[in-house]
């Protein structure tokens, strides 16, 4: 059974396309706007709403994000019930442990990550600010869908035969590409000025942006769009997909995207509509 929420997408004060996208999320009775983010392995809160176990966090966990820097110590929270959706199609999670967050963190309070995400399929229709979760009716997903080890989607990127892998990242802000690679392909990163950047962990740093070329996905061209350039190459962890490019909301925003994630496939939100139509 299908369920429609809607997402709020709020624009980044340095423009560009640059936005955040959240979703509407009930933790032990409190609702409140969660990052939708399929970057993040695991979901965080805010530590100190009464919306954990009562008592403090005692287990640590390391963290680190895609502006580097060293791993954070992030305490834990045991959420009770976690609730997205509304009325009888709203979906249910009972005791999820999350990150809790410090107060001083900077980035969003509250992430919606793949310790979640992951167990449904996604479409994520930027066009009318939508998410349906679990959909139904529509034609098959038929493009194989990389994940990592814990579920993040990867796809294809392809600039005149020059292919590289992707990480789909929901919650990014910017794109960002690897340092190493914005070097080695500057027809393909245009850099420009500097700007400061905090990514979800709460790292901050003076990053160089860049246009980046639109590559084709999917078969689909896209538009150059506004990116970050960061040492990502090797962040991941051993064993998962290589990747050289995170794509974030400038590029992602420019079609409509449904992410099987627990049946590894994906495709455009208008293919699947247009296919649909074929075969009924």
């Not at 396309?17 to 399929?38: C, H, K, N, Q």
């Not at 167990?119 to 194989?144: F, K, M, N, Q």
């Amino acid at each position: 059974m299908a369920t429609t929420l809607p997402l709020t997408i709020i624009p980044d004060p340095d423009g560009e396309g640059s936005a955040s996208v959240f979703v509407d999320v009930e933790i032990d009775g409190r609702r409140m706007p969660f990052l939708l983010d399929t970057g993040a392995a695991g979901s965080r809160t805010s530590h100190g709403p009464p919306t954990t176990d009562g008592g403090p966090p005692q287990r640590v966990a390391q963290s680190g994000g895609a502006l580097g820097g060293d791993a954070r110590q992030m305490r834990r929270a045991m959420v009770k019930t976690l609730i997205w959706g509304a009325g009888d199609r709203a979906l249910t999670v009972h005791g999820i442990e999350m990150e809790a967050a410090d107060d001083d963190l900077p980035g969003p309070a509250h992430i919606l990550g793949l310790d979640v995400l992951a167990a449904h399929r996604l479409d994520v229709i930027y066009s009318a600010h939508l998410l349906v979760v679990d959909g139904e009716g529509r034609a098959p997903l038929t493009t194989p869908l990389l994940l990592s080890s814990h579920g993040h989607p990867h796809v294809e990127l392809d600039w005149n035969g020059l292919k590289v892998c992707a990480l789909l990242d929901t919650g990014a802000s910017v794109s960002i590409v690897d340092s190493a690679f914005a070097a080695a392909h500057p027809s393909i990163v245009a850099v420009h000025g500097r700007d400061n950047g905090t990514d979800a962990y709460g790292t901050t740093a003076e990053t160089q942006m860049a246009t980046l070329a639109g590559p084709r996905i999917g078969g689909r061209a896209f538009r150059p769009s506004l990116a970050a350039i960061a040492p990502i190459r090797g962040i991941q962890p051993a064993g998962d997909p290589e990747f050289d490019v995170i794509l974030g909301h400038p590029l992602l925003a420019q079609a409509d995207w449904s992410l099987d994630l627990p049946g590894r496939r994906w495709s455009f939100v208008d293919e699947l509509v247009a296919d649909a139509a074929l075969i009924e």
